[in-house]
């Protein structure tokens, strides 16, 4: 039957991803620095025969691996980039494996690597069978900060791709049709003129008082924004000690809204507010653009195919000591915080307080509606047709980016959802070039979701390539 050389070699090659993931896991490089992450993945499909291109899009730890010929063209998404300060060892209560270091915290060294194990399998089954097609895994950098996949869109990478598949992990087995909200990083850096702070302050002038009145003024702009809108920042540089009217400070952004041209005009209201503040306090201000995303087009065709596979493949097993792990990590929840990530679930019915571990798969949801983070599979969903889904790799409960997910990220419970993931990519993948109808069916329902509007790339065309915004500080 098709599929079963493609899952027999992933039951049969399960040892080798997990343990691809764990070092993933345990170099923990951060966005744009994936260098060690990205080879391994890149060395193993090369020696598989996938041609790679390295260093695409100005990144050099961003690749394409191709293997096959012809039509359709398959590209598998995988990402490998870490979290800052989120560094856990695999236990159930808070204990860092680097104090203040980075850590997998949202699950990505799995992401990827189940992406390079379903494109290995299909390779596998393409070859015995002489099916047609070609396969492309996209190596991912930077999807947490510099939105990796938006400069490989503006890098033409995924030209010519007729569908894109790609997963997440979660505590949930289930397959979105969730949008996502547009994104804009970027730092403001303020630039002012130092003098003792009690002797001459006159003489001074704060560029901290300028990111204080800049983010006052972001606040007021809260009321007056749409209500799905998300503004945060952080204080990055506020001075060096009180005595000295500081001449540098700087905020952080994440601007997000549900639609991208929303994202980009409180984008440029909040860029007005930082220039309102350098005239406020007679400083200069510096606009630093990081990265931004795109929302989700969902694909309805695509979603049917992953969801038929999921139920087909089934939601991960888990053991005995596994549950009680998972038992343990949630007696360590904050209140309400387990009820809290179910709230959705619960509007529609469904019940999974009394679980710590999903093992069913949930029923698949063709509403669109916006989910409050961002993902620049979004910038993928504008270009071709695209679906995602998740497996239950993490805890219920766990909060996203929390050292709660990096500590399943590298254990049995996180592994068992990933194997389950390369599985129903590689079956939805052979779906998609086996069956010319559902191609034409996903581009159908991809032109009528887009309608008379067009992609705009959310990088300013004068940023050639994506900028580390932690250069020059160690996570």
């Not at 510099?146 to 503006?154: I, L, P, W």
């Not at 969801?307 to 038992?327: D, I, M, S, Y």
């Not at 991809?446 to 932690?470: A, H, M, N, R, W």
């Amino acid at each position: 039957m098709a599929g079963d050389i493609a899952l027999e070699w992933i039951d049969r090659n399960a040892r080798d991803l997990v343990e691809m993931s764990d070092e993933i896991w345990r170099l923990a490089e951060i966005g744009l620095r994936e260098f060690k992450s990205a080879a391994l993945q890149a060395t193993a499909l090369e020696k598989a025969g996938f041609t790679i291109e390295m260093g695409v899009a100005a990144m050099p730890s961003a690749f394409v691996a191709t293997w096959g010929k012809g039509s359709p063209v398959i590209a598998l998404l995988g990402e490998y980039d870490s979290l800052p300060r989120t560094s856990q060892k695999p236990v159930p209560y808070r204990d860092p494996l680097v104090e203040g270091g980075a850590g997998h915290a949202c699950g990505h060294n799995l992401l990827g690597v189940a992406a390079v194990g379903a494109a290995l399998a299909l390779k596998e089954e393409m070859e015995s069978q002489g099916i047609q097609g070609t396969i492309k895994y996209m190596g991912c950098p930077a999807e947490e900060t510099a939105s990796g996949k938006v400069y490989m869109v503006r890098a033409g990478c995924l030209d010519g791709v007729d569908a894109a598949l790609t997963w997440h992990s979660s505590s949930l087995n289930a397959v979105s049709m969730l949008s996502s909200l547009a994104n804009r990083s970027v730092r403001f850096r303020f630039h002012g003129r130092t003098a003792h702070a009690a002797g001459n302050p006159e003489m001074g002038r704060s560029a901290l008082d300028a990111v204080e009145l800049m983010n006052i003024g972001v606040n007021y702009l809260r009321e007056h924004v749409p209500s799905q809108a998300r503004i945060h920042y952080v204080i990055t540089d506020g001075g060096g000690e009180p005595n000295v009217v500081p001449d540098l400070a700087e905020s952080w952004y994440y601007i997000r809204a549900p639609k991208a041209p929303q994202a980009k005009e409180i984008y440029e209201r909040i860029v007005r507010i930082a220039k309102g503040a350098a005239m406020m306090t007679d400083t200069e201000v510096e606009v630093r653009f990081f990265g931004g995303c795109s929302n989700v087009i969902a694909n309805l065709p695509l979603s049917e195919a992953l969801h038929r596979n999921l139920l087909k493949v089934g939601p991960p097993k888990f053991t005995e000591e596994e549950k009680a792990f998972a038992k343990e990590m949630a007696s360590h929840f904050p209140p309400g915080q387990k009820e809290g990530s179910l709230t959705m679930l619960a509007e529609r019915g469904i019940d999974l307080s009394p679980y710590d571990l999903h093992e069913s798969v949930l029923p698949l949801f063709k509403d669109r509606t916006a989910m409050p983070g961002s993902t620049d599979v979004g910038d993928v969903s504008w270009i071709c047709p695209t679906s995602q889904f998740t497996t239950a790799c993490n805890v219920i409960g766990s909060a996203g980016h929390s050292r709660q997910v990096t500590a399943t990220s590298g254990m049995s419970i996180g592994h068992r959802g990933m194997i389950q993931a390369a599985k129903v990519l590689a079956l939805t993948a052979l779906d998609a070039l086996l069956d010319p109808e559902l191609v034409e069916k996903a581009k159908a329902d991809f032109q009528q979701s887009l309608g008379k509007t067009t992609y705009e790339s959310p990088v300013p065309p004068e940023i050639v390539e994506p900028v580390d915004p932690f250069q020059g500080k160690s996570h």
